[in-house]
């Protein structure tokens, strides 16, 4: 079965642009959560979604917003790029709202 | 969550059993102990979880203590492969709780030849 899928792999954007992260969760898992990992440390927390409606939300600015389609797939959005938002963004799928997490590969952003 | 403190590094023959320890001293009756492990620059991989029994799967073993304050991640026969950070994480397990993981700085797990 594949996994959970993530592209792109890699981007550079510059500070100021927009950029959508996208997210494909493991067949028929329903929650899709989104994590920031900067290099030297863990992931934290952006947001949660399940059937479609958000379910929890990390402590990261309103330039971060996502969403979750009928297909349980997902997108991350940030606007407004700043140097600090360069990361591998992380996703993760569960079969349930709360069972236990398995993570995509990543997408990393390079904002120059 | 209840926060929980590891090691931030750890060295283990390949072969051995790597035995890695997490504390959560403040841990609450209805939370769980997750691990999960980083493997350089991939998406963190789920390994087990326990509420106070032992638990074991084909990746590893989860001993608990009987007070619930600490517990040890049991790696059998360590490899090469095993080398990763490895993250203790507490949280509750109900479906008003949702998924969030809250990640601290693990365990650096290196497996030596």
């Known amino acids: 079965d594949a996994g959970v899928t993530q592209s792109p792999t890699h981007l550079i954007k510059t500070r100021g642009q927009q950029v959508t992260l996208r997210c494909s969760p493991i067949?028929?898992?329903?929650?899709v959560s989104w994590y920031q990992q900067v290099l030297g440390q863990g992931p934290q927390f952006i947001f949660q979604?399940?059937?479609?409606?958000?379910?929890g939300r990390g402590n990261f600015p309103d330039r971060f917003s996502a969403r979750q389609f009928p297909n349980y797939s997902s997108e991350l959005n940030v606007n407004a790029l700043l140097l600090g938002d360069s990361a591998l963004y992380l996703c993760?799928?569960?079969?349930?709202?709360?069972?236990?997490?398995?993570f995509g590969p990543g997408t990393r952003l390079t904002v120059t | 969550d209840a926060k929980t403190t590891q090691p931030p590094s750890m060295d283990c023959a390949e072969g051995r059993a790597a035995n890695l320890p997490c504390n959560h001293s403040?841990?609450?009756?209805?939370?769980?102990v997750y691990w999960y492990r980083q493997i350089h620059s991939q998406g963190p991989q789920y390994i087990i979880h326990?509420?106070?029994n032992n638990e074991t799967n084909e990746m590893a073993s989860l001993i608990i203590t009987e007070d619930r304050k600490s517990s040890t991640l049991i790696l059998p026969h360590a490899t090469l492969r095993d080398t990763a950070v490895y993250y203790c994480?507490?949280?509750?397990?109900?479906?008003?709780?949702?998924?969030?993981?809250?990640f601290g700085e693990g365990t650096q797990l290196t497996v030596n030849p």
């Open positions: 994480i507490v949280r509750v397990d109900e479906e008003t709780s949702g998924s969030r993981l809250t």
């Open positions: 979604y399940y059937e479609k409606e958000e379910r």
């Open positions: 993760a799928s569960s079969f349930q709202n709360h069972y236990e997490q398995y």
């Open positions: 067949s028929g898992h329903k929650s």
């Open positions: 403040t841990i609450s009756g209805n939370e769980y």
């Open positions: 326990g509420l106070k």
